[in-house]
């Protein structure tokens, strides 16, 4: 394994970590130790840039059927960025997998669009005051 590779991997496993005290999982069954590695991991990965700032990630899956059963599942993903509004995703899936795989790129592109408006305001800003 190359040291360039072994570097980033060494900083991923840390970034998970960090994240993974950080993260609440709510679910209505059991979510196994194997799956909710899998979510820190991933979120890490989604969270890049901005995991400094991240005081609480919320996962919450609930069962769209009820009681009668069925394979409909919602998973919510709530993130809270320090001195931020709380960003609040959703996606419905076939499972809680399924559903938190969903999640997962609309996590990402809403993460996208927030920093993109941060840009534009403050460029804009910038523009304003140098104007005579």
Known sequence: MSTQ??????????????LETKLVVHAPGVVGAGFREL??????????????????IAVRFEDLNGPKGGPD??????????GQPVLVVEARGLGE????RLALP???????????RA???????VRFQSAP
């Not at 060494?10 to 960090?18: H, I, K, Y």
């Not at 997998?97 to 938190?100: L, M, V, Y």
């Open 97 to 100: 997998e399924h559903a938190f």
């Open 106 to 116: 609309r996590l990402a592109a809403a993460l996208e669009r927030r920093r993109r």
């Open 5 to 18: 590779h072994s570097e980033f991997r060494e900083q991923t496993l840390g970034q998970r970590f960090e």
């Open 39 to 56: 979510m820190a991991t991933r979120l890490a990965t989604a969270l890049r840039g901005v995991e400094a700032r991240v005081e609480r």
């Open 119 to 125: 840009r534009v305001r403050s460029r804009a800003t």
């Open 73 to 82: 599942m919602a998973c919510r993903i709530q993130l809270a960025l320090g």
